[in-house]
């Protein structure tokens, strides 16, 4: 990225990142609305993409991703909106979409053809022609075609990902079939794109709570879209989606309020009393919330945390919200 690249991803999304989240967001559960709705994925396949997690990204976090969505159908931007973007997705969900699309049922393989390839350019073609048409309004320049498929080596990892554009984001997106999560699909645009189409698309209100809502619980799947509610109760269906974020984990030992005065007579040997007891466990927090409590053990010569207690899984997606 261009902006704090020494940061955490959760350090890096500023007020102005976060509005351009939920505004893109809402771009894209419109573009991807109407993708669903082609014809090459037949009349009655009830196909559906929900956006999870849509935010700014390095080259080297797209460096991880691609080990675990090897699949990438390069696409061809003009020069002056960033020159290339990418989707890319795993050979399950990628055969699911190409048995979709041939013989109208998605059968998850654990390998790719020839064929499967060639069926997959029908496959992202709904997608990339949503785009366009979104492109070409908001700035008039064409998005796509796509230029080839390809399954991806370390090899062609380090090529792809070298000719991507410096500054980018990233969408992941669950596809599904009615109920059902048949995989995931990540979507990366040169940011300055993303930028635009976030200022200059209108997107229709459905569209908006649907997204908003899906960014917002990072990957958590919200149910009915229809009425936003105040409180969702988590689920754990996608959290594949977000278990490549970082996020920085801390150990607390207590807090105290102090006047600057005293804070500015502290010195060497000064003694603090924290709002701890001595026999309190340490508590882990992210983000400032509590997700565990341990005590502190020393291992070789370093201090660690033996964790005694941790909250529920739901509770934990909970607190990071």
Known sequence: MAKNR????????????STLSREFAGVL???????????????????????????????????????????????????DIGGKAALLTDTATASALAGLVS?????????????????????????????????????????????????????????MIKELPESLYRATVSVSIGEKTIGQLAIILPLNLAGTLAETTT?????????????????????SYSQPKAER???????????????????????????????????????IDIDMLADEPIELVVNDRPIARGEIVVVQ???????TEIISPKELIRSLR
């Open 6 to 17: 020494e940061k955490e991803p959760e350090q890096r999304e500023s007020a102005a990142d």
């Open 29 to 79: 559960g419109s573009i991807l609305e109407s993708a669903s709705a082609a014809s090459a994925f037949g009349e009655k396949s009830d196909i559906g993409f929900s956006v999870a997690l849509v935010r700014e990204t390095r080259k080297e976090e797209i460096a991880g991703l691609v080990g675990q969505l090897p699949v990438v159908a390069n696409v061809i931007l003009d020069e």
């Open 103 to 159: 013989a109208g049922e998605p059968t998850a393989k654990d390998a790719l053809n020839e064929d499967d390839i060639t069926v997959l350019y029908d496959a992202f073609s709904p997608i990339v022609e949503a785009f366009g048409r979104t492109c070409e309004d908001a700035t008039g320049r064409p998005f796509g075609p796509i230029l080839d498929i390809e399954v991806l080596d370390p090899v062609s990892q380090e090529r």
């Open 203 to 223: 997107v229709p209100p459905t569209a908006a709570v649907r997204t908003y809502e899906q960014v917002e619980l990072q990957g958590e799947k919200t149910g």
């Open 233 to 271: 109760e988590p689920s754990m269906e996608n959290i594949d989606l977000i278990l490549d974020i970082q996020l920085k984990l801390a150990a607390r030992l207590g807090q105290v309020e102090m006047p600057i005065g005293e804070i500015l007579k502290l010195g060497p040997g000064s003694v």
């Open 301 to 307: 010569e370093n201090f660690g945390i033996k964790i």
